[in-house]
């Protein structure tokens, strides 16, 4: 009993805060480890390594066969990657796409997506096979130039890193997400890669701007233009962390009798073409960019976007440079070079050090190949040894042969020397013997497997051709691997075949993105891009709101929703912008060009600004630089505010008067003349001089006037020597010009209103 206690006991003595701290250290390793960072050695992660290395197993070579997609991802994930085999074959696709891979791994015969954002078609209907770029990584897998590890299951091995001759970690770029760190790495071009290597070869010690001068920027799939300063490329590549400002490639296409349109030729790197289409048919539809007119799609194999303008007289520059801002015609690639050093440590590193980590890599692939042919050479070398004996010794040979019982221990247990020596004398060309004059059990085998065939009189001369070419190979490995200078000399050579191989001749090879300057984009207003037209704003209770064409007359009769009558209803101008006032105490900004037009009903304006339901729309006031507000509360608070500073910039606009509890916005008139009138809902009015009132940004105001119950019911501001004016009930204009008895210090009580003013107590008097 007290063995099957103990074991319970054990587990229950750890620490809930250890257990978890211990099994989460060991989730985020197996995540930084083994799948979402690369190795800075071969640029791959786990899944894509098994999936190159499945494939060479398959022999799927660059110039043989396809095989089914289904097959390579099941061999995948039966032999080497234990996951869904959808995530292997969502990876083996990705390798496959030439707009997401700079260097395609994988060649596709298939449906494997495509830039608009559509997905593969199922495994089953595909077909691939490894690209000349793959077999360059896995180069040197047969001459044990990588250590090897046991898969999941212990049944077979898988390499632990690939011997790569080209940096592909920087040549294809990588992102992933890690436990508390992730990497970001945009691709690069091969041939500049391998001018920096061969120029770090050179200068161990060089700086990293000095590299910039091999690589100046990244090479995206997508071509594009990238816009950073070199100042910033360079201190983006030196920390190993930065970004870079690519936008799309165009040009100005011209349509004859002054028209034009932009031909959009290059999209941004793993923007989908679908969506950066949709994005610019809101902006139409918004009329965010107002002197965008339409946009279409006429791409084949090739990127062919069309951007017209709304008006031939606009600026192209402008154009695009409000779509710049406006959309992903402009994107900023992030720059996060986290990488696994010797596929261990994560360190976020420059581009010398990954270069750096790359060329020891290199190094020690060339050392161990090395290592790895002599040994075959001393195992060929030992064989050939044993068949010149046999040819001097040859009716010796085939004697033992013939007539021992076990002629392989026959020939092992003869001492060869005598009769070496004595052909050495009669033909000089024949080599000492290395041995004792005994035949090692190698040297016997390959006797008895040598065919008749070989036992020719020139077999002989070639022999003894092949050993001294060996002897000499042999020497020269032998020096190589005592010479650091060979060593960096041959991995420079490798380099330059590479380069070669995939440089400006090889399909693919040119730099696909350039590079130029930002320039000054200026910031035109948008009422300079807008065709200066005349509007009628019509807004209704319900606050539904159009623009009507023209400026019709304001009594004519409109159409409204059932149960929906008019309430704003002003002349304007395409160019103007509109400030929303809201109850709340909240100003929006609409600019006039952007409503919808008058032959419907028009839609809703808090769909367009964010004015809560539970706010009233108070007042629409056409936009006047430089001009004053008069805003005041329900609770008889208020203040002088430059109508610039209630400019909005976002859809959930700018708080201008503060508001508690229960109380609103009442008032927000143009501020005209040098006094103040305010009325309360005692019918008490009180007139003072504008200059008591402050002039804010944003507050709750100063008192105006002071209230034993209720509060303000309107406030208006007039010029004293021309007197103030109401509305009297029949609707006659009426003006007050001695204002004496109501005259008063601000936040007084006030006297009585003059008899015959509205019952509403409101002036009511526009003017």
């Known amino acids: 009993m007290s063995d099957h206690t103990s074991t319970p006991n054990i587990g229950l003595s750890e620490p809930l805060r250890r257990a978890l701290g211990d099994r989460y250290l060991t989730y985020a390793l197996s995540t930084i480890m083994h799948r979402a960072l690369p190795d800075a050695r071969d640029g791959l992660k786990p899944v894509h390594r098994r999936i190159l290395f499945a494939m060479r197993e398959l022999r799927l070579s660059s110039t043989g066969g396809f095989r089914k997609s289904a097959k390579i991802s099941g061999d995948v994930m039966g032999n080497y990657h234990p996951h869904g085999d959808a995530a292997i074959y969502d990876a083996m696709a990705r390798l496959a796409q030439d707009f997401n891979v700079r260097f395609p791994l994988i060649d596709g015969q298939g449906n494997f997506g495509n830039i608009d954002g559509d997905n593969p078609a199922a495994a089953r209907y595909t077909e691939a096979r490894m690209t000349a770029v793959a077999e360059a990584l896995l180069d040197g897998l047969n001459e044990n130039a990588v250590n090897y590890r046991e898969n999941y299951d212990g049944t077979l091995t898988e390499p632990v890193v690939l011997p790569a001759q080209f940096p592909n970690l920087l040549a294809n770029g990588s992102s992933g997400i890690a436990v508390g760190m992730a990497t970001n790495i945009p691709p690069h071009n091969i041939a500049e890669l391998c001018d920096a290597c061969l120029h770090l070869i050179e200068s161990p010690n060089a700086r990293d701007d000095t590299l910039l001068k091999h690589v100046p920027g990244p090479d995206f799939p997508t071509g594009g233009v990238i816009v950073e300063t070199t100042d910033q490329i360079a201190h983006a590549y030196s920390t190993g962390k930065g970004g870079f400002r690519l936008r799309c490639s165009y040009e100005v296409e011209d349509l004859g009798r002054g028209q034009w349109q932009i031909v959009v030729t290059e999209i941004p790197y793993q923007v989908q073409k679908s969506k950066l289409i949709e994005k610019l048919a809101e902006l139409i539809h ?89 040994k075959k050479i001393d195992h060929r070398l030992e064989v050939l040894e044993g068949f010149i004996v046999a040819f001097l010794n040859l009716d010796r040979v085939i004697d033992i042969i013939r007539y021992d019982a076990d002629p392989k221990t026959a020939l092992m247990m003869e001492n060869w020397s005598e009769i070496h020596s004595r052909a050495l004398s009669e033909k000089d060309y024949i080599p000492p013997m290395r041995g004792e004059g005994e035949l090692s059990d190698v040297q016997a085998e390959a006797i008895l497997n040598m065919r008749l065939r070989s036992l020719r009189r020139l077999e002989e001369f070639e022999l003894l051709r092949e050993q001294s070419a060996l002897m000499e190979e042999r020497a020269g490995l032998e020096d190589l691997l005592e010479s650091e200078i060979l060593q960096w000399s041959a991995i420079s050579e490798q380099l330059r075949i590479t380069k070669k191989q995939f440089g400006k001749n090889w399909d693919g090879g040119l730099r696909r993105t350039k590079f130029a300057d930002a320039g000054s984009i200026e910031n035109v207003p948008i009422e300079a891009m807008i065709d200066r037209e005349p509007i009628t704003v019509v807004c209704s209770e319900m606050g539904w709101i159009r623009a009507m064409t023209g400026h019709i007359d304001l009594d004519r ?174 609707g006659r204009t009426r003006t007050e010009v001695e204002l004496d008895e109501w005259s008063g210090k601000r936040a007084g009580i006030g006297r009585m209103a003059p008899r015959g003013f509205p019952r509403d107590n409101r002036f009511n008097y526009t003017k």
Request: net charge neutral; aromatic share 6%; hydrophobic share 40%.
């Open 286 to 374: 918004t009329k965010k960019v107002p002197i965008l007119g339409d946009v279409r799609d006429e791409s084949a194999d090739d990127i062919r976007l069309i951007l017209d303008p709304r008006s031939k007289n606009v600026d192209p520059d402008i154009l695009m440079g409000m779509l710049f801002r406006n959309s992903d015609l402009e994107v900023r690639f992030s720059l996060n070079m986290n990488v696994l050093i010797d596929g261990v440590i994560p360190k976020v590193c420059s581009m010398k050090e990954v270069l750096r980590a790359f060329l020891d890599f290199r190094r020690e692939v060339l050392e161990r190949r090395s290592h790895h042919r002599m």
């Open 557 to 730: 009769e409109l159409k409204f929703k059932d149960g929906d009558n008019p309430n704003f209803i002003f002349h304007a101008e395409t160019t103007d912008r509109l400030v929303v006032v809201g109850s709340n105490g909240r100003f929006y900004t609409l600019p006039a060009s952007v409503l919808p037009g008058g032959r419907g009903m028009g839609e809703p304006l808090r769909l367009m600004v964010d004015l809560p339901n539970e706010n009233q729309i108070h007042t629409i006031l056409i936009h006047k630089a430089g001009r004053k507000l008069l805003v005041t509360s329900s609770a008889g608070d208020g203040f002088i505010v430059s109508e610039d500073d209630v400019i909005a910039q976002t859809r959930t606009g700018k708080q201008v008067l503060n508001l508690r509890d229960n109380v609103q916005l009442i008032v927000c008139k143009p501020v005209l003349g040098d006094a103040v009138a305010v009325v309360g809902e005692n019918r008490k009015m009180l007139v003072f001089d504008l200059d008591e009132l402050p002039e804010m940004v944003r507050g709750k105001g100063v008192r105006l006037q002071k209230y034993r119950d209720g509060g303000l019911s309107d406030a208006e501001t007039f010029d004293r020597t021309r007197g103030l004016s109401w509305l009297d009930p029949a």
